[in-house]
């Protein structure tokens, strides 16, 4: 497929023009994420390549996760720049989290520039079996609640 956008000569000379420094100061534009359900809980994984570990922050609080990082610039004056193209600044997503998930037994790891947040179902949301009595035998008959996706 070929993307054309007659613009972006244009775009990138303007940027060239309005900014003092030589290197580039371009801010991310997003944080690529994927999001998927694996039995009793979600995966929110996170490419954050490049990122100082110590710099990841997630949050939870009045139901949304947020999290944030950064990548900082090379700070190296004497660098005489041939390509610049690589985004730094700070990275920042925020989810709203459902009823039906554990706040306090989120986890996260991040390895080899991909951060992934494990989010555990609450107890009350997880399907369970519920026994229905029946008639004035009191016949029990299983029945078995259903996730609706």
């Known amino acids: ?12 000379l303007t940027r060239g023009l309005l900014t003092s420094q030589t290197g580039s100061n371009r801010a991310p534009r997003f944080m690529p994420m994927d999001l998927c359900k694996i039995d009793d809980h979600y995966v929110l994984t996170a490419d954050l390549p ?12 009045n139901g949304n996760l947020t999290i944030s990082a950064q990548r900082t610039a090379r700070s190296d004056d004497s660098v005489q720049w041939l390509a610049n193209e690589r985004f730094f600044g700070s990275y920042r997503r925020q989810l709203s989290l459902g009823e039906g998930v554990d706040p306090d037994r989120i986890s ?35 029945a078995t609640t259903v996730e609706a996706d």
């Not at 497929?1 to 990138?12: E, K, N, W």
């Not at 490049?50 to 609080?61: E, L, R």
């Not at 992934?116 to 016949?139: N, W």
């Open 108 to 142: 996260a790891t991040y390895e080899n520039g991909v951060l992934t947040v494990t989010i555990p179902m609450a107890e009350r949301a997880k399907p369970r079996k519920i026994e229905v009595a029946h008639g004035a035998d009191q016949k029990r008959i299983s």
């Open 50 to 61: 490049g990122v100082d570990p110590g710099s990841i922050d997630i949050n939870v609080d």
């Open 1 to 12: 497929m070929l993307r054309f956008d007659p613009f972006s000569d244009f775009d990138a």
